[in-house]
Each structure stands twice: as structure tokens, then as C-alpha cells.
């Protein structure tokens, strides 16, 4: 991670167009249908939309890290996340409705923040690494020390590593008799983490996150982590980020919980993702409060979708409306002519297995 302000990579791959292309590109050799990957690239340019290009220097500022918690079933990844949210979440916050929502702000007492997203899932993960939707800056890995590295665990390894997203470990349950921490760590060690104590550049918090023992030093050693990444982003302009959770709610209608990335959003902003387009009508902040404008790395729940958003969906705000429903219309438009090309590969494949 280069760290400064890497979310703007400048060919991101956005939603599908990039494996629309591919896919026009196989089928054209094949079938020889009409349009070239050329003139496809030129019209996606006119009619999708983009992240834009990476920001000018000088208008970088410091911004929060996002933080995913990951590790094997049942190792505490959800009370860890509970524990946070009641021990760091700033009081005065509070005021809304608290509503479980995929991502929240924990404020530290130095004035630190950090925003914790609840797991994704690893195939969430994966897919929002695959789409170049990446949110998350730090990966702090949990294992149970009664149980140490487990499956999954190595996978959650493996995916933070291919992702090249720092780890922060939380060796968990520690207040268990039967918790064995030095173990744990060899059993790290031999995963391939290098940690601190070991010469390595790992950090390691022994935790409970039942009984809340070290969680304050857990979350200074995601806060120093994300230091050491610089992490940066323009806060104006076009607003881009990520939907992390989507759902209809019976009072509110969509939902969409997203991660702004870059810009400000604000009230009226029009907004793409994926194939669904909104006008953000009102927008509420972890706690459930109503609040004006989200900036950079804070997670903010948006109303006002015609359609519901999914999960890694890439938001994109437009000019408008009508250009908003043109993009979606132009993506819905690939998608098809995507999955009819699929369709045509695969009844070829079939043809040439019976040849
Ligand atoms: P999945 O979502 O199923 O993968 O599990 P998880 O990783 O979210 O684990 P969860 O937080 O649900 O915890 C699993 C069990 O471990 C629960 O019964 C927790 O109460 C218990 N637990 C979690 N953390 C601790 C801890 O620090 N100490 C002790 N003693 N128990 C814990
Ligand atoms: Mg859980």
C-alpha cells in the first residue's frame, strides 16, 4: 500500500465494463459480431461513469482509516465489534435511534478516529477487491488463543496479504483459562506473520473481547498502523465510495450504508451504484442521527435510491438525474449484451464438446 490516497487508483475497474470487454473482445474473435472492444470503449466513455482521475497533492487531506475485522467462526469477531462500539463510541453521538449498521466511527480520547466495518465476509471481501472497490486500510485479524490459527484465519491471512492490507492482530479470549497466548503466537509465527516481539513488524494485542481488557491498546495499534500508511483524500469534488450494506427498510424504504472515499456527499448529490441510481434525500451517521455531509472515511447511511445499491457496488456521483439514468441504462444495456455473449461461449463449448 503506497498509502496516499489510494483510493484513487486510475484504472479502478468499475462494475463490469472491464470483463464486458473482455468478453466482446473473446466473442468477437469467435463469432464475429458487431462491435469492436475500440468503439465499445468509446461509447462506455461517453455513457458510463468514472472514478476520476487521482487528486492534485495539495488537495489531500488527512483522513480516518477503515478498518475490517476478520478470522475463523466463532473466534470473537462480533463481540470485538459490540465491545468497541460501547466502550469507544463518542457518548454526545448519541442521540438518534443506535441502529446496527455495517460500519461505525469509534473516536479515540487522543481525538483519533477510526471507522470499523462489520465483516464483510470473505467473499464479500474478495469480490470487492476483484471490482477494485477496496475500502479497507487495516485488517485486524482475530484469534481466539484457546483455539489458535485456524482455517479461516489462514484465509483471512491470505486475502489481507493479496489484498497488500496491513494486519493488526487481536489474540482474543485471553481471559479464558484455558487460553494458551504463547501458542497462539508460534502458531502465527509458523502462519507466516512476522510480529513484533518476534523481529517482525506485526503488532500482536493480547484481548478479551468479552470483558473489554486491552481494547483501548488494540485500537492504538490500528491508529499507529494507519500512521505509517499516510492515509490521505481529496474531501471535494465529485463524491466517490463504496455501499457496504444495503437493505429496505419498512419506515425509511432503501437503505444503502456506504463509505465515502473521496469528496464530500451532501443532501440532493446524485448518485450511481452499479445499476441503481438515488438523489440523497437524507443521510444518517452511525449512531442513527441525521446529519448534513459526510466526508472522507465516514460511513453514512443514504436515503433516496430508486434502486437498491449491493454490497461492493462503487458510488459514483453525476451531474444529474438524466445523466443518471443514461449510466444506468448504458451499464444495464453491457450487462445484458454480457450474459447473451456468455450464453452464445458457452453453447459453443458445449457444440465443440460433442464434436
Ligand atoms: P461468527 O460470526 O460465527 O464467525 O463468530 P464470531 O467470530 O463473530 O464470534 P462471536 O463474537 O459470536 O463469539 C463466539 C463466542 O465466543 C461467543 O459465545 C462469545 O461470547 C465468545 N467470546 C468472544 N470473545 C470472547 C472473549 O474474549 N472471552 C470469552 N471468554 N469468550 C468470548
Ligand atoms: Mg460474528
Redo the contacts with the bound molecule.
Sequence with gaps: VDGSDHYDEPNAPITNLRVAQETVKRAGLRFKIEGSPVKVEQETKNKDAFRRSPAEEEKLVRRPPVVT?M?????????????LRDTCVVQSEHGGITQHIGAFSVQLESGEQATFLD?PGHAAFGAMRARGAMVTDVVVL?V?A?DGVMA?TQESLKLAQEAHVPIVVAI?????PE?DVAGTRKMLLNAGLQLEEQGGEVQAVE?????G?NLDQLVEAVVTQAELLNLRSDPTGAVEGVVVESRTDPGRGKVATCVIQRGTLSRGAVLVAGTAWGKVRSMFNDAGKPIMSAPPATPVQVIGWRQLPSAGDVVLEVEGEHRAAEVVEWREAVLKKQQQEDDATAIEEKLQEHL
Aim: glycine residues 6%; without cysteine.
Design positions: 475485522i478470522g475463523h467462526v466463532d473466534h470473537g469477531k462480533t463481540t470485538l465489534l459490540d465491545s465483516t482475530v481466539a484457546d479461516q482474543n479470549k485471553v481471559d479464558k487460553a484481548v478479551s473481547a468479552l470483558t481488557h
